[in-house]
C-alpha cells in the first residue's frame, strides 16, 4: 500500500499549477518570463499577486492531500508519512509533465508540514512573512523559512522521522535555491 500512496504523492506533487494556470488565466508560458520558475513567487511577478496567491495555496494543498490520506490510511507509520511528504515535493521540484523541471518546492513543503508538524509550518510561515516583507527577497524568506521549521520541528515534532523528513526538506530546498545563492552573493538576487 505504501507504494500507491508514493505514487499518489509523486503525482499530486507534480501537477504544474503554476504553468496551467498561467496559460489558462494570462495566456503566457511563466516558465519564460521572469525567473522562469513554475512556482508562487514567479507567478506573482508575471501575474500578478492574486494569481501568485492561488498558485501558493495549490501547490500547497497537492502536498497536503496524499500526506493526509497516508496518515488516515497509514495510522502510526510516521516513516511512511515522512516518505509520502517527500514524494510531494519531489513530484513538485522534478514533475513528469515539465521534463523533471519543476519549482523550488517550497509550498509543497509547507503543505506536508501543515499536516505532519503544523507548529513548524506556522513558525516558518510567520518567518517568510516578516523576511519577505522587510526585505522583498523570497528565497532569503523561504531560506530563513525553512531553518525555523527544522527548529521547531525538532522541538515539537511527534516522531524522529518528521524532523529527518524537515531537514531534508531543506537540504532539497538548499539544492533547488543554488541559483538564488549565487545570485545573492553577488548581489543580483530578485525582489519582489
Known amino acids: 500500500m505504501l507504494s500507491a500512496f508514493l505514487l499518489l504523492g509523486y503525482l499530486c506533487g507534480s501537477i504544474p499549477f503554476g504553468v496551467l494556470l498561467t496559460r489558462w488565466f494570462r495566456g503566457v508560458d511563466v516558465r519564460a518570463s521572469g525567473s522562469g520558475n513554475i512556482g508562487a513567487t514567479n507567478v506573482t511577478r508575471v501575474a500578478g499577486k492574486k494569481l501568485g496567491a492561488v498558485v501558493l495555496l495549490l501547490d500547497a494543498l497537492k502536498a497536503v492531500l496524499p500526506v493526509a ?26 514533475p513528469v509533465w515539465l521534463k523533471l523541471q519543476g519549482g ?3 509550498a509543497s513543503a509547507l503543505g506536508v508540514l501543515v499536516v505532519l508538524v503544523p ?7 510567520i518567518i517568510y512573512g516578516l523576511v519577505v516583507s522587510r526585505w522583498r527577497v523570497s528565497s532569503v524568506g523561504s531560506l530563513s523559512a525553512a ?12 516522531s524522529r522521522e518528521y524532523v529527518l523528513l524537515t531537514a531534508g526538506l531543506f537540504l532539497l530546498m538548499l539544492w533547488t535555491h543554488r541559483s538564488n545563492l549565487l545570485r545573492l552573493a553577488r548581489r543580483t538576487e530578485h525582489r519582489l
Open 104 to 106: 523550488k518546492g517550497v
Open 147 to 158: 531553518v525555523v521549521a527544522i527548529a521547531t520541528a525538532f522541538l515539537t515534532a511527534p
Open 69 to 94: 490520506l497516508a496518515v488516515h490510511y497509514l495510522p502510526g507509520d510516521a516513516k511512511a508519512h515522512a516518505l509520502v511528504g517527500l514524494a510531494a515535493v519531489l513530484g513538485h521540484v522534478y
Open 119 to 125: 507548529k513548524a509550518a506556522l513558525a516558518g510561515a
